[in-house]
């Protein structure tokens, strides 16, 4: 039962009886005082055990196996079972840093110039359809909604507007993690395959600048300073200097590939954490660094293949600790406390991102499965968000935590729902192999 096999209902049990007997285990050692040592070595172990059986799970009840990770997590974090320490999460953020890394390599690896040739205006026109409809708009909502938010009591209009620009932004990020998780357990080939990955990765480059502006307006409005134009064309230089490491981050990539052979997987991990730690140290943009470098081997050296299948095997075990770890960090006691207001956020954004792709995909005119189901890519909100959250819990004193942990709580149900809904839509436009055609349905254009 390893693997993106098909897992048999007998092993299936084996698996759940296994992870059950330790659970209970654990529980019964905890209950009768014993204390017992775990560790983030024994949380990494569990999740990849856990993770593999929910996976497999979910794939049984034709669900992603994605949900089967994070399910896994959330059930073995501290607010649940508690099998993983709140300590022991926090730990893994070092696989998780090699996570991203990958993703950002694989997804700039699968945008192919010949891809972009067939799809360059609607990727461009979609993400500029999604920029308008959400940041704005949801900023609107964030505002009529603050009177129910206590810790922007007492607050200007004028911080509170810059706060709603901020949270606005939040809700442009999508999840490249998740879109190429589900593209690869489905090996989903077609026009809303290529259209989600595209945008996906568009709208996460351009988010970033966004979002450092927005804080930086917002900075300046709580600190009663005004806005320097030094900081505008700082960021300017950051994101220029970002794909110019890109560019030599992958003509160094293809130079290794080219004379290196059996340490392959070593080399994309070592590289991974170096370089992901010299673009923190020099505060460079790692998702467009990664990004690039991927494109430049593919499109511009005869390696790109030898790079997509080497990281597939470096991924395989990460991405089940990466989402997993997600579902753990998960902070259910906020999703309880604020659901009322995040169910508004997530469903207002649903709304607007349905809306938005709809106008997209008129003026681009797409192909009719682009049209019907091009929107269920970007449902899903993950890494990116929840680490942008942090940056506006670290920097808006006074506001920051709270709105951080109300964006959480928002993406706890993006990213619940958003996998479910993209691999559906997936399987609807036909894209997935051995998956039904879809039946003749209402058009929704």
């Given at each position: 039962?390893?693997?993106?096999?098909?897992?048999?209902?007998?092993?299936?049990?084996?698996g759940v009886a296994a992870v059950g007997l330790l659970v209970a285990a654990l529980v019964a050692l905890d209950v009768s005082g014993l204390k017992v040592t775990r560790g983030p070595v024994f949380g990494l172990g569990f999740l990849v055990i856990a993770g593999t059986v929910a996976g497999h799970a979910a794939a049984m009840l034709r669900l992603p196996r994605l949900t089967g990770f994070l399910l896994?997590?959330?059930l073995s974090g501290p607010q649940v079972f508690g099998v993983l320490a709140t300590q022991d999460v926090k730990a893994l953020s070092l696989i998780n840093a090699l996570a991203?890394?990958?993703i950002a390599l694989q997804a700039g690896a699968e945008l192919t110039l010949s891809a972009l040739r067939r799809t360059w205006k609607s990727v461009l026109l979609s993400s500029g359809s999604q920029t308008v409809f959400l940041v704005l708009p949801m900023a609107a909502l964030f505002f009529a909604l603050s009177s129910f938010m206590p810790f922007l009591d007492g607050r200007a209009v004028g911080e509170v507007v810059t706060v709603a620009v901020v949270w606005g932004v939040l809700s442009l990020t999508r999840s490249p993690a998740v879109t190429l998780a589900i593209l690869g357990e489905t090996r989903a080939k077609g026009p809303v395959s290529e259209h989600a990955l595209g945008v996906v990765v568009v709208l996460d480059v351009l988010v970033l600048p966004l979002f450092a502006l927005a804080m930086a307006l917002a900075g300046s409005q709580l600190s009663g300073t005004p806005l320097e134009l030094s900081v505008i064309s700082h960021l300017g230089f950051e994101l220029f200097a970002s794909i110019c490491a890109g560019v030599t981050f992958g003509l160094l990539i293809a130079l290794l590939l080219r004379f290196i052979e059996g340490a392959r997987v070593l080399v994309v991990v070592v590289l991974g954490f170096g370089v992901t730690a010299l673009s923190t140290y020099l505060h460079y943009d790692t998702l467009v660094i990664f990004v690039v470098a991927g494109f430049i081997v593919t499109n511009l050296t005869r390696f790109?293949?030898?790079?997509?299948?080497?990281?597939?095997?470096?991924?395989a075990g990460v991405m089940i600790v990466f989402f997993a770890t997600a579902g753990a960090k998960l902070d259910l006691d906020a999703l309880r406390t604020l659901w009322p207001l995040a169910l508004a956020f997530f469903a207002g954004r649903t709304v607007l991102t349905v809306l938005a792709c709809k106008v997209g995909h008129r003026l681009a005119k797409d192909p009719e499965p682009v049209r019907r189901y091009g929107f269920t890519a970007f449902i899903s909100q993950a890494g990116v968000t929840i680490g942008l959250a942090t940056l506006v819990a670290d920097r808006m004193p006074g506001i920051g935590r709270a709105m951080a942990t109300l964006a959480i709580a928002v993406v706890s149900l993006n990213e619940l729902v958003g996998p479910v809904v993209f691999s559906f839509g997936l399987r609807r436009a036909g894209e997935v192999p051995g998956a039904e055609l879809p039946a003749p349905e209402v058009k929704i254009s």
């Open positions: 039962m390893s693997g993106h096999g098909k897992a048999s209902m007998p092993a299936l049990v084996q896994a997590g959330v991203l890394a990958l790109g293949n030898d790079l997509v299948h080497t990281s597939e095997k470096v991924s």
